[in-house]
């Protein structure tokens, strides 16, 4: 802190928005749903489900489910799920398009086949969607892209970048209108892709890879709760990632892409990808944005740029945190599922008050 200079203890903020997250399905749902209902207004819900979220009737079920689940376990919380479709190599523009003008989804999502955790459902080659990602464009509707090609020839640690310049500027180039939201951005090269793009390109940056370089999957062993994909790049990487987020620009915003597995399918032989963040979301975020002298941004990234780039409302209500230490516990027990949250066992400088 400069000398003369007050220490911002206190940061009030309007409710933010969570613009990627998995919430599950089933008793996990019920579980971990209240973790972002506590804090987000509204959150963009992922649809990578078994069966995947793919035509209206699927998504709108899976909605009441939420609902449901909300109403159990955290009724107190006015929170909004915005739906996303899954894209497949068979879905029909048609059922795109009114399914969107009826409300059903607010976007679609699309996963390279075989990228991650349920995307074994997802689109084999793009040019097979072009008459869905026209539509798309016609209409205004946001595509949500997991960026990764899926070539086994490609290094793990580059199928990000790779994916921009075999995928997606191709993509934008071919369809300038279409809007894009490329999701948990990774390296430097999508930052700067983002940066150089037009007025229809966002994308959302997650807070592990806001706070962890790849060296974190590896501190004096395998620390399977380091592990997400797109998975975390060298730490110049993550220092761009953090001077996009903290910089102020508009088209970037927060998304924890949360992910929750059962502690006992990551600590395994072959664990999953994910990390489970939402309970200690903002806190993470914000010591993220203290640390680089940027707390007067956070709002923007927070809660700002996402409504802004999604022509949604700012919501009315906010948010206050409060510079005081809270201490992440080892791990969380959701309906009866024990998860390892992001940060297990550190301490955050920021708690939110409530
Ligand atoms: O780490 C991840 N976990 N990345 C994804 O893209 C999917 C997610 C999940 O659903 O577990
Ligand atoms: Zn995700």
Redesign the pocket.
């Known amino acids: 802190m400069l000398m003369g200079k007050t220490m911002t203890t206190k940061l009030t903020i309007p409710r933010p928005d969570d613009w990627h997250v ?1 919430v599950r399905d089933g008793a996990l749902l019920a579980g971990v749903l209240p973790h972002t209902a506590r804090q987000f207004a509204r959150a963009i819900i ?1 649809p ?1 489900l078994n069966p995947p979220m793919a035509d209206s009737a699927g998504v709108l079920a899976y909605r009441q489910r939420i609902m449901a689940a909300l109403a159990q376990t955290a009724p107190e919380c006015a929170f909004t799920p915005l739906m996303t479709l899954y894209l497949t190599d068979a879905t029909d523009p048609e059922m795109v398009a009114r399914g969107h003008a009826a409300g059903d989804f607010i976007a679609a999502k699309l ?1 390279p086949a075989h ?5 074994a459902h997802g689109v084999t080659d793009i040019a097979r969607i072009w008459p869905v990602l026209e539509r798309m464009a016609e209409i205004g509707m946001p595509l949500l892209i ?1 960026g990764e090609v899926t070539d086994a020839h490609v290094d793990v640690f580059d199928r990000e970048a790779v994916f921009i310049d075999r995928t997606l500027a191709p993509l934008i180039a071919r369809l300038p209108d279409l809007r894009v939201v490329f999701e ?1 951005i990774t390296t430097a090269q999508a930052a700067a892709f983002v940066r150089s793009a037009g007025p229809n390109v966002a994308a959302t940056i997650t807070p592990q890879h806001l706070h962890l370089n790849r060296n974190a999957m590896f501190a004096g062993g395998i620390r399977p709760h380091a ?4 998975v975390a790049k060298r730490e110049h990487h993550r220092q761009a990632l953090r001077q996009l987020a903290t910089s102020g620009f508009a088209r970037v915003f927060l998304g924890t ?1 949360s ?3 059962d502690r006992h399918l990551k600590e395994a032989a072959c664990g ?4 489970f963040n939402a309970p200690y979301a903002l806190e993470s975020y914000a010591t993220v944005f203290d640390d680089e002298g940027a707390l007067d941004r956070f709002e923007g990234f927070a809660a700002r740029n996402g409504p802004a780039f999604y022509r949604l409302p700012v919501n009315p209500d906010t948010i206050t945190l409060v510079r005081e230490p809270v201490t992440v516990p080892a791990t969380i027990t959701c309906n009866g599922t024990a998860i390892v949250p992001f940060h297990a066992g550190e301490t955050l400088a920021w708690r939110v008050l409530t």
């Open positions: 998995h992922m990578n996963y990228a991650t955790t349920g995307s997991h948990h592990y997400c994909l797109p892409d992910a929750p597995h999953c990808a994910g990390i």
